[in-house]
C-alpha cells in the first residue's frame, strides 16, 4: 500500500505561483510513474501532469503546458507540482496519485494510489 498526502495548496491571485507537494509513506514510489490531476465542481477529473519513474520524462496537458513543472525526489518519496502564472481556471482540488507502471499515462484508470487533494483557489 502506498499513502499519498498533497500539501500546499490555497489561494493565491492570478499571475502568482504556488508549489504542491505530494509525500508518500507506507512503500517506495520510486519505481513508479507519478501524475498530478485535477477537478473541479461539476466537472471530471482531468489529467495535468505526469513523470516516469526516471524523473526525465515528463507529460504536460496543453492548458498548463509551459507553466507548470512535475518533479520528483526518489530519495525523499515526494514529487512536486511547481505552478506558474496561475488563472483562475487553473482553480480546483488537486490531487496526487501512484500509478501502478514505471511509465506515465495520462488516463486515470492506470494510476492505482490517489491522495486526498489539496485545494488552490486562483482569484482573479
Known amino acids: 500500500q502506498v499513502q499519498l498526502v498533497e500539501s500546499g495548496g490555497g489561494l493565491v491571485q492570478a499571475g502568482g505561483s504556488l508549489k504542491l507537494s505530494c509525500a508518500a509513506s507506507?512503500?517506495?514510489?520510486?519505481?513508479?510513474?507519478m501524475g498530478w490531476f485535477r477537478q473541479t465542481p461539476g466537472k471530471e477529473r482531468e489529467f495535468v501532469a505526469a513523470?516516469?519513474?526516471?524523473?526525465?520524462?515528463?507529460s504536460y496537458a496543453d492548458s498548463v503546458k509551459g507553466r507548470f513543472t512535475i518533479s520528483r525526489d526518489n530519495a525523499k518519496n515526494t514529487v512536486y507540482l511547481q505552478m506558474n502564472s496561475l488563472k483562475p481556471e487553473d482553480t480546483a482540488v488537486y490531487y496526487c496519485?501512484?500509478?501502478?507502471?514505471?511509465?506515465?499515462?495520462?488516463?486515470?484508470?492506470?494510476?492505482?494510489?490517489w491522495g486526498q487533494g489539496t485545494q488552490v483557489t486562483v482569484s482573479s
Open positions: 507506507g512503500r517506495t514510489i520510486s519505481g513508479r510513474a
Open positions: 513523470i516516469a519513474w526516471t524523473g526525465t520524462m515528463t
Open positions: 496519485a501512484a500509478d501502478r507502471n514505471m511509465w506515465y499515462s495520462r488516463q486515470e484508470i492506470e494510476y492505482e494510489y
